[in-house]
Protein backbone atom coordinates (compact mmCIF):
# COMPACT_ATOMS: atom_id res chain seq x y z
CA UNK A 1 0.00 0.00 0.00
CA UNK A 2 1.09 3.55 -0.35
CA UNK A 3 2.53 5.63 1.98
CA UNK A 4 0.10 8.35 2.61
CA UNK A 5 0.96 11.47 3.57
CA UNK A 6 -1.29 13.68 5.42
CA UNK A 7 0.87 16.34 7.93
CA UNK A 8 -1.87 19.45 9.00
CA UNK A 9 1.51 21.12 10.03
CA UNK A 10 3.03 23.20 6.91
CA UNK A 11 6.79 23.27 9.00
CA UNK A 12 6.66 19.76 10.49
CA UNK A 13 9.76 18.38 11.19
CA UNK A 14 8.34 14.75 10.88
CA UNK A 15 6.71 15.47 7.93
CA UNK A 16 10.53 15.62 6.58
CA UNK A 17 11.55 12.69 8.30
CA UNK A 18 8.57 10.64 6.85
CA UNK A 19 9.13 12.09 3.21
CA UNK A 20 13.06 11.37 4.04
CA UNK A 21 12.50 7.64 4.63
CA UNK A 22 10.62 6.98 1.79
CA UNK A 23 11.87 4.91 -0.90
CA UNK A 24 12.14 5.48 -4.30
CA UNK A 25 9.76 2.49 -6.93
CA UNK A 26 11.33 1.98 -10.19
CA UNK A 27 8.66 0.57 -12.29
CA UNK A 28 6.87 0.84 -16.49
CA UNK A 29 4.78 3.71 -15.99
CA UNK A 30 1.91 3.92 -19.36
CA UNK A 31 -0.76 6.38 -20.14
CA UNK A 32 -3.46 5.19 -22.37
CA UNK A 33 -5.80 7.63 -23.70
CA UNK A 34 -9.15 6.28 -26.06
CA UNK A 35 -9.08 8.93 -29.00
CA UNK A 36 -11.90 10.70 -30.06
CA UNK A 37 -14.35 9.92 -27.41
CA UNK A 38 -14.79 13.37 -26.50
CA UNK A 39 -16.30 14.10 -29.73
CA UNK A 40 -18.17 10.88 -29.63
CA UNK A 41 -20.22 12.05 -26.49
CA UNK A 42 -21.77 14.76 -28.76
CA UNK A 43 -22.91 12.59 -31.07
CA UNK A 44 -24.31 9.29 -29.53
CA UNK A 45 -26.26 8.89 -26.42
CA UNK A 46 -24.86 7.14 -23.82
CA UNK A 47 -26.11 3.86 -25.17
CA UNK A 48 -23.30 4.18 -27.75
CA UNK A 49 -20.57 5.47 -26.31
CA UNK A 50 -20.66 3.69 -23.11
CA UNK A 51 -20.97 0.39 -25.10
CA UNK A 52 -17.70 1.17 -26.72
CA UNK A 53 -15.84 2.50 -24.02
CA UNK A 54 -17.02 -0.71 -22.28
CA UNK A 55 -15.74 -2.93 -25.18
CA UNK A 56 -12.38 -1.02 -25.43
CA UNK A 57 -11.58 -0.93 -21.44
CA UNK A 58 -12.32 -4.70 -21.01
CA UNK A 59 -10.04 -5.44 -24.75
CA UNK A 60 -6.83 -3.16 -22.98
CA UNK A 61 -5.36 -6.41 -21.68
CA UNK A 62 -2.98 -4.56 -19.26
CA UNK A 63 -5.57 -3.27 -17.25
CA UNK A 64 -7.59 -6.50 -16.41
CA UNK A 65 -3.62 -8.33 -15.93
CA UNK A 66 -2.82 -5.51 -13.01
CA UNK A 67 -5.88 -4.03 -12.33
CA UNK A 68 -4.63 -3.04 -8.71
CA UNK A 69 -2.50 -0.58 -10.52
CA UNK A 70 -4.90 1.52 -12.17
CA UNK A 71 -4.13 4.66 -10.31
CA UNK A 72 -5.34 7.51 -12.37
CA UNK A 73 -8.40 8.20 -14.67
CA UNK A 74 -9.19 11.17 -16.12
CA UNK A 75 -12.28 11.26 -18.37
CA UNK A 76 -10.57 8.54 -20.89
CA UNK A 77 -7.24 8.27 -19.78
CA UNK A 78 -5.77 5.95 -17.60
CA UNK A 79 -2.67 6.06 -15.71
CA UNK A 80 -1.30 2.16 -14.64
CA UNK A 81 1.94 2.25 -13.16
CA UNK A 82 3.50 -1.78 -12.94
CA UNK A 83 6.51 -1.98 -10.44
CA UNK A 84 9.43 -4.32 -11.19
CA UNK A 85 8.53 -6.97 -8.41
CA UNK A 86 4.78 -6.88 -9.32
CA UNK A 87 5.78 -7.14 -13.10
CA UNK A 88 8.56 -10.06 -12.52
CA UNK A 89 6.23 -11.89 -10.53
CA UNK A 90 2.98 -11.97 -12.37
CA UNK A 91 2.67 -15.81 -14.82
CA UNK A 92 1.41 -14.30 -17.54
CA UNK A 93 3.50 -10.60 -18.84
CA UNK A 94 6.84 -10.57 -16.67
CA UNK A 95 9.28 -8.75 -18.75
CA UNK A 96 9.24 -5.02 -20.19
CA UNK A 97 9.73 -7.06 -23.62
CA UNK A 98 6.13 -8.64 -23.04
CA UNK A 99 4.56 -5.50 -21.87
CA UNK A 100 5.50 -4.09 -25.08
CA UNK A 101 4.54 -6.73 -27.36
CA UNK A 102 0.67 -7.08 -25.42
CA UNK A 103 0.27 -3.21 -25.90
CA UNK A 104 1.05 -3.67 -29.55
CA UNK A 105 -1.34 -6.97 -30.07
CA UNK A 106 -4.01 -4.86 -28.53
CA UNK A 107 -3.59 -1.85 -30.25
CA UNK A 108 -3.46 -3.86 -33.28
CA UNK A 109 -6.13 -6.49 -32.87
CA UNK A 110 -8.51 -3.24 -31.90
CA UNK A 111 -7.55 -1.57 -35.20
CA UNK A 112 -8.38 -4.54 -37.49
CA UNK A 113 -11.57 -6.26 -35.73
CA UNK A 114 -13.65 -7.50 -38.02
CA UNK A 115 -16.53 -5.98 -36.56
CA UNK A 116 -17.15 -2.10 -37.15
CA UNK A 117 -18.17 -0.04 -34.17
CA UNK A 118 -17.36 -2.13 -31.72
CA UNK A 119 -13.78 -0.92 -30.27
CA UNK A 120 -12.46 2.90 -30.06
CA UNK A 121 -8.75 3.77 -31.42
CA UNK A 122 -6.37 4.32 -28.71
CA UNK A 123 -2.73 5.94 -27.96
CA UNK A 124 -0.15 4.75 -25.21
CA UNK A 125 2.60 6.31 -24.29
CA UNK A 126 5.36 4.12 -22.38
CA UNK A 127 8.37 5.13 -19.73
CA UNK A 128 10.51 3.29 -17.60
CA UNK A 129 10.38 5.15 -14.37
CA UNK A 130 12.68 5.14 -11.34
CA UNK A 131 12.67 8.58 -9.98
CA UNK A 132 8.78 7.72 -8.40
CA UNK A 133 7.26 7.07 -5.46
CA UNK A 134 4.66 4.79 -4.02
CA UNK A 135 2.78 7.88 -2.37
CA UNK A 136 -0.46 9.10 -2.29
CA UNK A 137 -2.21 12.22 -0.43
CA UNK A 138 -5.40 10.94 0.23
CA UNK A 139 -6.34 7.87 2.77
CA UNK A 140 -6.72 4.55 1.42
CA UNK A 141 -5.88 5.57 -2.27
CA UNK A 142 -2.98 3.60 -4.25
CA UNK A 143 -1.15 6.30 -6.43
CA UNK A 144 2.59 7.23 -8.05
CA UNK A 145 4.08 10.31 -8.02
CA UNK A 146 7.46 11.63 -8.93
CA UNK A 147 9.22 13.56 -12.07
CA UNK A 148 9.67 10.22 -14.58
CA UNK A 149 5.77 9.74 -14.22
CA UNK A 150 5.09 13.64 -15.37
CA UNK A 151 7.71 12.53 -18.41
CA UNK A 152 5.12 9.95 -19.37
CA UNK A 153 2.56 12.13 -19.63
CA UNK A 154 4.41 14.47 -21.23
CA UNK A 155 5.38 11.83 -24.14
CA UNK A 156 1.43 11.50 -24.15
CA UNK A 157 1.65 15.30 -26.29
CA UNK A 158 3.76 13.08 -29.35
CA UNK A 159 0.60 10.26 -28.94
CA UNK A 160 -1.94 9.60 -32.29
CA UNK A 161 -4.39 7.48 -32.69
CA UNK A 162 -3.14 3.82 -32.77
CA UNK A 163 0.50 4.85 -31.88
CA UNK A 164 2.62 3.57 -28.93
CA UNK A 165 5.50 6.82 -27.84
CA UNK A 166 8.20 4.78 -25.87
CA UNK A 167 11.11 6.35 -24.04
CA UNK A 168 14.61 5.52 -25.03
CA UNK A 169 14.60 4.33 -21.41
CA UNK A 170 12.26 1.63 -21.64
CA UNK A 171 13.41 0.50 -25.16
CA UNK A 172 16.67 -0.25 -23.34
CA UNK A 173 14.75 -2.52 -20.99
CA UNK A 174 13.30 -4.26 -23.88
CA UNK A 175 16.84 -5.07 -25.49
CA UNK A 176 18.13 -6.15 -22.25
CA UNK A 177 15.05 -8.85 -21.70
CA UNK A 178 15.98 -9.40 -25.65
CA UNK A 179 19.51 -10.26 -24.93
CA UNK A 180 18.54 -12.52 -21.81
CA UNK A 181 16.35 -14.54 -23.70
CA UNK A 182 18.57 -15.16 -26.23
CA UNK A 183 16.12 -13.49 -29.01
CA UNK A 184 17.28 -11.38 -32.51
CA UNK A 185 16.76 -7.66 -31.60
CA UNK A 186 13.75 -7.62 -34.27
CA UNK A 187 11.33 -9.75 -32.66
CA UNK A 188 7.73 -9.17 -32.95
CA UNK A 189 7.08 -5.34 -33.34
CA UNK A 190 10.32 -4.31 -32.35
CA UNK A 191 11.07 -4.03 -36.07
CA UNK A 192 8.38 -1.49 -36.40
CA UNK A 193 10.04 0.89 -34.16
CA UNK A 194 11.49 4.10 -35.30
CA UNK A 195 14.63 5.75 -35.41
CA UNK A 196 15.30 7.68 -32.07
CA UNK A 197 13.65 11.81 -31.78
CA UNK A 198 14.86 13.75 -29.20
CA UNK A 199 12.65 16.91 -27.54
CA UNK A 200 12.80 19.51 -25.10
CA UNK A 201 9.15 18.62 -23.35
CA UNK A 202 7.96 21.80 -20.94
CA UNK A 203 9.44 21.40 -17.24
CA UNK A 204 11.68 18.70 -17.92
CA UNK A 205 15.46 20.33 -17.61
CA UNK A 206 16.99 17.76 -20.29
CA UNK A 207 16.21 16.11 -23.76
CA UNK A 208 14.63 13.18 -23.67
CA UNK A 209 14.82 10.73 -26.47
CA UNK A 210 12.07 8.45 -27.27
CA UNK A 211 10.83 6.38 -30.54
CA UNK A 212 7.05 5.50 -31.55
CA UNK A 213 5.39 2.98 -33.11
CA UNK A 214 2.58 3.17 -35.51
CA UNK A 215 0.22 -0.02 -35.35
CA UNK A 216 -0.67 -0.84 -39.17
Same mark, same amino acid.
Given at each position: ?????? =??????? #?? @????????????????????????????????????????? =?????????????????????????????????????????????????????????? @???????????????? #? @?????? =??????????? @?????????????????????????????? #??????????????????????????????????????
Amino acid at each position: MAYFIH =FKDPNSE #EM @VRYLSSIPNCPGTCFFMDINRSTDMKYLGGLTDWGRKLNNT =FNFLSLLNNFPQYIVKGIGDEIMLFIPDDVLKSDKAINSYYMLLEEIYATLYNIKHYP @VEDTFLACKVAIHYCT #E @VYNVTF =FEDANDYYGSD @VDLTARLMTKCFENRIVLSETFLGKVHQDL #EALGLSDRPGCIGHISEPFLENFKGVPMSTKFRIIDVE
